[in-house]
């Protein structure tokens, strides 16, 4: 079934634009009268990142919440992991997550959690959808049943002593200089405050939000401030988070980035060498390196691909009963301790690594050498009958390309979620080879896409 609101990762969109006042109020509605279930008092959390249309999106959610019965506990900013320990610790019927995670300041988006912590299941989407665009004014609340509404403190203080537990009950990290990235976003007061407690000594940056400079040339999609940071004040590790701090990525010493898929074989190896995998191997996307996958086979493990995004992720982890989950772009699922995506968690249990080998990042988190990689974006007419990718030329120069490849490389034409564009990438190695074949791909589509 098409979706209206819902994407891959909850309600996303311009603020003021895609996501109105009309539309979040319309959403606390729906969401609750989809949730409302039983006689008892029901309630949901809600938290935010710092963008500036936060404020409208929270309030105007509140008064849906509240004209269904509901009861909202407010949670001012905080990383999206956080919201979704707080919904199962704080026994609520709901949870929300006010943000579009790495997305620039005007962008916003609603994700929801269900009272286990976990994103919402297709069919509740399907039905909330379908309560949005109803007429609810009969199942609104009575006057006497009216929700209330409260800012609650403290919760910073629960999410610190929540991710400090994932660590070995001894552990400090004294002695480590670490500059870390918040995004100027959810975590700008979380994550360097517990990382002060564990010992580490601290440096922070994107910590100064304003409300329009969220992600802006900080935090995980733009490290080139951290990296420059990091090799100022020579510090062993850099830690960039993105806005609502369910992605990390991290810099090493030398100022290197270490992206997604050498943090999950870090940790994989870590937890395997402990006995903590839950089954001997990992769960990542089509987007990871092959390079991450030939290093995890020669260890014994597996990696179970799934389609792009962590939602994907976490469904074959559920499924296939797999503690350790990723995405290139620093999306990391450790299930023994949260149930969707925690960027902080992930880089706790790489600095606990750290400390355990007594070695430079450089050393500890260059597990295998990435195979080159390819890729190109094809834009097509909206108005295509079918999608470029169905037809018998391209799927011909797709065999022709695999058939060239001959098993030493990969290919993933994909379209995009989110707009008409065919993403075409190649990895292998002989990196000539790939560069030709995304280039006939690339061809192919274009010439159908041209009529």
Known sequence: MTRKYFGTDGIRGRANGVITADLALRVGQATGLVFRRGEHRHRVVIGKDTRLSGYMIETAMVAGFTSVGFDVLLLGPMPTPAVAMLTRSMRADLGVMISASHNPFDDNGIKLFGPDGFKLSDDDELEIERMIDADLTKKFAKSAALGRAKRIEGVHDRYIEFAKRTLPRAMSLDGLRVVVDCANGAAYRVVPEALWELGAEVISIGVEPD??????????????????????????????????????????????????????????????????????????????????????????????????????????????????????????????????????????????????????????????????QVTKNVRYAKGTAGRPTEHAKVLGAIAAAESRLNGHGRLIVRPSGTEPVIRVTGEGDDPDLVEAVVDDIVGAISEVSAG
């Open 211 to 372: 409300g329009l400079n969220i992600n802006r040339e900080c935090g995980s999609t733009s490290p080139q401030a951290l990296r420059a940071k990091v090799r100022e004040l020579r510090a062993d590790i850099g830690i960039a988070l993105d806005g609502d701090a369910d992605r990390v990525v991290m810099i090493d010493e030398q100022g290197h980035l270490i992206d997604g898929d050498q943090l999950l074989a870090v940790i994989a190896e870590s937890w395997l060498e402990d006995g903590r995998l839950s089954k001997p191997g990992i769960v990542a996307t089509v987007m990871s390196n092959l390079g991450l996958e030939r290093h995890l086979a020669a260890k014994g493990l597996s990696l179970v691909r799934t389609a792009v995004g962590d939602r994907y992720v976490l469904e074959q982890m559920r499924e296939q009963g797999y503690n350790v989950g990723g995405e290139p772009s620093g999306h990391i699922i450790l299930s023994d301790y949260a149930t969707t995506g925690d960027g902080f968690v992930a880089a706790l249990q790489v600095l606990a690594v750290l400390k355990k080998l007594d070695q430079p990042m450089s050393k500890v988190c260059r597990r295998f050498e990435p195979l080159p």
